[in-house]
C-alpha cells in the first residue's frame, strides 16, 4: 500500500494524538479511516517522538526569525505568529520507498530561502480581480453555448458521440476523484453521473436509436429503468458511491410500475379503469421488497455501511402504492361477483410476504413495515366478503353474512394477536377498521331509520300523532339490527372460548346496549318505543346511581363511561319520541327532569350535581318555553287562547329563583344554589330583554311579568339580607347589582299592565319612577351602612354595589328624561336624581371630609343639580349666559372655600386641599368668564370689554401679589383661568370682526389682538423672572394666539395687495421679535421662545406664499415674505457665533442663508426680472466674500455654489446654441476619453481632491 504524506497546518497538529500523524484526519481506532495507517505498529512511538522534535525544531526556528526582524527592522511584513502556520492539506504524490522521503515530496512552504524571508507577494487590484472573474464567466458562458448550438446542429451521430462521451467522463471523473480520495467531490458529481444516466435514456428514445422510439413509452421507460437497477447498483459495489445505490434501489419499484401499467391490458380487451393502476400499486408494493437486499450489498463494501435510507427511499415510494392497491382492489372488474376474491386476494398475499419477511428481522424499520403491511392485509382480507355481498346482493336480499364474516376475520385474527404480536396488532386494526366502518353503517342506518321515524321528522308535525303505516320498520332496518345482534352473539361466543371475555366485558356491554337501542328502533307505536327508551335510561340510572347494582354490573370506569352513554342516548331518544303527542311530550319532559335530579346522586358524578342541578332548571324554562305553542299545535286552539312566551318564561324564572334563594339543605347545597341561581337569572334577564309582552290572553302578560320580576328582586332581597346566604359570595354580588333593576322592571311592567288594563299611569310618575326608586335605594343603603358601629365583613363591597345597581337606574331616568324633549318633570327628575347622587356621596366621615374618595360623586350631584337650574331656567325662556354660569362658578367657590375650612381641621391634608380649592377656583373663573366671552363675539361691545377687563385684572393682578399667593398652585390656577379667559374673549371677538365684511379686515381688529397680546405680555413681565415656566408660557401663548388669528385674518382677505399689507408687518413684527429674543437673551424665557418666534414668522410667510403668490398670476415678489425671515435667521446666527467661540457656521448660518439665496436661485432657472438676476449675483458674491474675510464655511460654500449656478443659468442659452450644431457622438467620445485620462491618473487626482477637501474642511 503506497503512503501519503500530508504537511500540517501548524504545529499543534504533529503532536496531537487525536490526528493521524499522515494525513492528519481524526482517528476513530488504531487504524485511519482515511488513508489507512496502522498505529498498532512498534514504530508508533518512535514517530510520536519525532513529531514531536520537528515541532519543537520549527518553533525554534520561528523564534529565531521573529528575534532578526525585531533587532534589524525593515519594511518588510510582520512575522507570522507561532507557531508557524504553512498551506493546509498540500498532499505530498507517493514514493516509492516509505522509509524515506523524497525531496520533491516536501511541500514549496516548508523549504524557504534561508537567506531572507521570501518576499510579499504583490497587492492584486480589487479591479484586475473583478476582470478576471467576468472573464473566466463569460468564457465559461461561450463554453456551454458552444456545446448548445453545437447539439442542435450537429446530426444524429454527432449527437449521440457527445451524449456517450460526456457519461464516460463524468463517470471516469468519478473514477478518478474516488482513488484520490476525494469522496465529498466524487459524490456530488456522482449524482451528476445518476442524472446522465436516464438522461441517455431519454435521449436513446428521442433520437430513435435502435427503433427504441416505436415502443410504447411506459414499457421502454419501465424496461429501461429496471435495466439501469443492477448497472447502477453494480456500481456502487466497486466505487461506494451512494447516489448509484440510492438511484438503483429507487429505480427497482419504478421500473416495475411502469412495466406492470404497459402490460396490465391483456391483448383483445378494452382498458378497465381500475385494472392498470391497481396492478401498478401491487407490482410496486410487491418490488419494494429489493430493500431487504440492502443490508446484504452494504456489508459486502469494504467500508461496510446499512444503507438505511436507500431502504426508507423504497418503501416511501411504496407507501403511496399500499392504499392505492387495497382501494382499487375494491373497484377492480365491476361486473363481475367474484372479483373482489383476486382484486383483494393478490394485495392480501403481497402484504403477506412483507410481513413475514419483516418479522424475520429485527429492527425497527423492518417491523414497522411489517405492521402496516399487517394492517392493510387484514383490512384487504376483511373487506372481502362486504364487497362480494354487496356486488352479490339486491335490495331485498340480506346484507348480514358478510358484515358477520368481516367480524369473524376480526375475531381470527384477534385469536392470532399473542402469537404474532406486531402482525397481528397490525392486522387487527386493518380488520378492525373494516369491522369498525360496517358497524359504523349499520348504526347510521338504525339512527336514519329512527329519525325517519320520529314525530319531529314524520312531516313535520310535533305534538301530532304520526300516521302509522309510515311508522313500519323496512327490511334494511331488520338487517341493521340483526348485524347488530348477531355481532354480539359472535363476539360473546368467540371470546368465551378463548378466555377473554372478562377481560373485555365492556366490549360485549356495547354490543349489548347497542343491540338493545337498535331493536328498540323496531318498536311501531312512538309512545311504546318512548317508555321504552325512557326505561333503558331509568335502568341505566338505576345501575349508575344504586351502589348495589354499580358495584355489580358497572365496576370498571369504562363501564360507568358506557352507562352514561347509555343514560344521555336513551333519554335523549325517549323525549325525541315523545314528541309524538302532547300528554307523552309532559310526561316524557316529566322524567326527563326527574332523570337530571336523579344523576346527582350519582356517587362518581358529585362534581357534576350544581352543572345537572342547573341544566334541569334550563330544561324546565324551556319546556315553559314550549308549552304555549305545543298546546296551540296540540289542541288548534288560537294565539290568544295562551299566556304570552315571554311573561311565562319570566314568572317561572322569578318564582325559581325565590325558590333557591332560601336554604334547601342537603337537596341543594349553597354551590348548587348558585348554579340554579345563576341559569334561572340568565334565562329570565334573556326572556326580558327579547322584546314587547303581548297584551292578549287570558291573563295580562305584563301583570305575570311584572310579578315575576317582583319575586327576582324578592329573591335578591333575601341573598343579601339572610345570613345563610353569606357563603354565595358571587351570587350576593349579581344580587346587590340587580335589586335595583329588578323593582325598576316590574314597575315597569306594572305601568304597561295598567295602560293595557285602559287605566294609563300619570306621566309624570313614569318619568319620576326610576329617579325615585334609584334615591329610595341609595338611602336605605346609606342607612344601612350607618344602622350599626361594628363592621360587618365586605360593608365596603355590599354598599358599592348596591349603589351601582341604584346609578344604573339613575342614568336610565336621566337619559328618558333628556330624550323626553317635552317632559313636564324633566327638572324634576334631575333634582331627585342630583339629591340622590348627594347621599351615595356621604359616608361615616361626611362629606367633604370623607375617607373614601366616593365623596368625589358629590361633583356628579353638583352637576345633575346644575342641570336641573338650567333646564328650569331654560322652561322660564332666559337667554343670557350670565344667569347660567354666575351661579355655578358661585357654587364652585363656595366648595372651594369649604374644602379650605376642612383642611384647616386635618393637617395631612393641607396639599390635597390646596391642590383641589386650585382646581374649583380656576373652573369657577372659567365658568364665570368663557361664556361671556364666547357670547361676546357679536352684538354689543360693552361685554368683551368687560371680560377682557376683568381677566386682564385678575391675570395681572395675581402676577404681581406675590405675598399671599407666592409660588402656590392657588395663584398658578388664577393665573391660567385668567389668561385662558382673556384669550378666548379676545379671539372671539377678532374671529368675529372676520365676517362683518367680506374681503377686508377692519383695524379694530388688529387693536383686538395687540390689546390681547400686551396683557399677557405684561403679566409675564409683572411676574418678573419669579416663574421662568410661567413667564415662557404667557409669552408663547401671546406669540402663537396672536399669529393664529393673523392668519385667520389673511384666510379672510381676498385681495393680494391687502393680504401683503397685513401679512408682511406681521413677519417683519415676528422677524424683529426673533432677532431682539436672541440678542437680549432674557433668563426669565425659556432658550426656545426666539425660535418659536422664528418658527410662526416662518408659518406665516408659508400660508401667504401658499394663498397669494405661489400659482397666482401678477403677484408680488415672494421675497418679500422669505427675506425677512431669512435676515433674522442669519443675524440670530451671527449673534451666536459671536457669543459661542466654538460654534459652527453651518448650524447657525446655514439655514439662513440657504433661505436668503435658494429660493431666487430656483426662480432664475425661469424668466426672472433684471432686478432678481443683479440682486442675486451681488447678494451671493457679497456672501462668498463675507466667508472668505471672515473664514467661515457655510457662506464661503453657498455663496460661491450659488454664483456658480447663477452664472450657469445665465450662460446656458449661449452653450445651447454651441451644443446644437455638434454632432451628439463626439460628446460621448470626449467624455470617455476625458474618463479614461482621469482613470489612468486617478490616484493622484484622489489626492488632490482630497487636499482641497480638507482645506474647505479646516474653515471654521
Known sequence: MSSHLVWPRSTDELVNRALCPACFQTLRGLRCTVCGLDLSSPLAAELLQASTDAAEQLNRRGLLIAQMRAAVPVAAPAPAPVPIAVPAATVVPPVAAPAEV??????????????????AAPRRSSVQMLLLVVGVSLVAVALVFFLIIAWFVAGLAARAIIVAAITVLVFGAVSLLQRFRLHSTAEGIAVLAVLLVYLDIWAIQANDLFGAASVDSARYWGIAVLLSAPLLLGWFRFTGMRAASVAGFAAVPVGAGLLAWAVATPPGQGVDAFQRPWLSAVVIVGAALVQLLAPRLGRSLARPHRLLAERVLVLLIASPAVPAAV??????????????????????????????????????????????????????????????????????????????????????VDAMRPRLFAAGLGAGIGAGAVVAAALVVVLCVLFVTFVARAPLANGFGPWRPADPATLQPDVVAVQAALVVVGAALLTAGAWSLLGVLRRRVIVLQTLVVLSALGCAVLIAPPAVAALAYLAIAACALAVLALPALNARI??????????????????????????DSLWLWLLGSGVIIGLLLGAREIAFASVLRPVLLAATVVFALVTTAMLPIATVTATGAAWSAVVDTRALVILVSGLLLLLFSVPLGRFAPPSDRAWALGSAAVVG????????????????????????????GTAAVLLIA?????????????????????????????????????????RMLVELWPAVVGLLVLAISLAWELRSATARPNRALDRLLLDASAGL???????????????????????????????????????????????????LALALGTAALWSGLSDAGVTAPEPYSVTLAAALLLIAVLLVRGARRDG?????????????????????????????????????????????????????????LRATPLRNAVIGASAVALLVAVGARALGLLGVSSGTVSGIFELWVLSGAGILIAAAAALGGESRRLSTALVATALVGGTLLEIAALAATADAADGGLRAIPVIAALSAAHVLLSWLRPTSLAPWVPTLALGLAGATALYYLATFVLGVSDAPPFELATVPVALAWTASGAIRL???????????????????????????????????????????????????????????????GVVLLHGLAQLWPWLSSLYNPTLWWLWLGVGGILLIALAARYEKRIQNLKHAAARITALR
Not at 333519554?571 to 319520541?577: K, N, Q, R, V
Open 809 to 859: 337606574v339613575l342614568v336610565i331616568g336621566v337619559v328618558g328624561a333628556l330624550a323626553a324633549v317635552d317632559g313636564p318633570a324633566a327638572w324634576l327628575v334631575y333634582l331627585v336624581a342630583g339629591i340622590a347622587v348627594l347621599l351615595a356621596s356621604v359616608d361615616r366621615a361626611g362629606l367633604f371630609n370623607a375617607a373614601s374618595p366616593r365623596h368625589q360623586l358629590g361633583w
Open 1138 to 1200: 459671536s457669543c459661542t467661540p466654538g460654534a459652527r457656521s453651518w448650524p447657525a448660518l446655514g439655514g439662513g442663508l440657504a433661505l436668503l439665496l435658494v429660493p431666487s436661485l430656483l426662480a432664475d432657472y425661469t424668466d426672472s426680472p433684471l432686478w432678481r438676476v443683479v440682486g442675486l449675483g451681488v447678494v451671493g458674491l457679497a456672501v462668498l466674500l463675507a466667508g472668505l474675510a471672515l473664514r467661515l464655511q457655510a457662506p464661503f460654500v453657498l455663496g460661491g
Open 685 to 712: 334577564v334573556l326572556a326580558s330583554l327579547t322584546g314587547a309582552l303581548s297584551g292578549d290572553g287570558p291573563l295580562s302578560a305584563p301583570l305575570l311579568a311584572g310579578i315575576g320580576v317582583a319575586a327576582a
Open 102 to 119: 523524497s525531496p520533491a515530496a516536501v511541500p514549496p512552504a516548508a523549504t524557504p530561502p534561508a537567506a531572507a524571508p521570501p518576499a
Open 327 to 412: 382501494i382499487l382492489g375494491l373497484f377492480v372488474a365491476p361486473g363481475q361477483h367474484w372479483a373482489p376474491i383476486w382484486g383483494l386476494g393478490v394485495p392480501t398475499a403481497v402484504f403477506a410476504v412483507h410481513v413475514l419477511a419483516g418479522l424475520r428481522m429485527p429492527e425497527t424499520l423492518n417491523r414497522t413495515a411489517a405492521t402496516v403491511a399487517a394492517a392493510a392485509a387484514g383490512f384487504s382480507l376483511a373487506a372481502m366478503p362486504i364487497v362480494i355481498g354487496l356486488r352479490a346482493s339486491t335490495e331485498t336480499e340480506t346484507l348480514v353474512w358478510p358484515v358477520l364474516v368481516s367480524v369473524a376475520v376480526l375475531l381470527a
Open 908 to 964: 395631612a391634608e393641607a396639599a390635597s386641599a390646596s391642590t383641589a380649592v386650585s382646581a374649583l377656583v380656576a373652573a369657577g373663573i372659567l365658568i364665570a368668564l368663557v361664556p361671556s366671552a364666547v357670547y361676546g363675539a357679536n352684538g354689543s361691545v360693552l361685554r368683551p370689554i368687560l371680560t377682557v377687563a376683568i381677566a386682564g385684572v385678575m391675570l395681572i393682578g395675581s402676577c404681581l401679589w406675590r405675598a399671599p
Open 722 to 762: 339572610l345570613p345563610a346566604n353569606r357563603a354565595l359570595a358571587v351570587t350576593r354580588v349579581f344580587a346587590l347589582f340587580g335589586v335595583t333593576p329588578a323593582f325598576w322592571l316590574s314597575g315597569q311592567y306594572g305601568f304597561a299592565a295598567l295602560a293595557t288594563a285602559g287605566v294609563p299611569a300619570p
Open 554 to 579: 358497572a365496576p370498571r370506569a369504562g363501564s360507568r363511561a358506557l352507562g352514561f352513554a347509555t343514560l344521555i342516548v336513551a333519554a335523549s331518544a325517549g323525549y325525541l319520541l315523545a314528541f
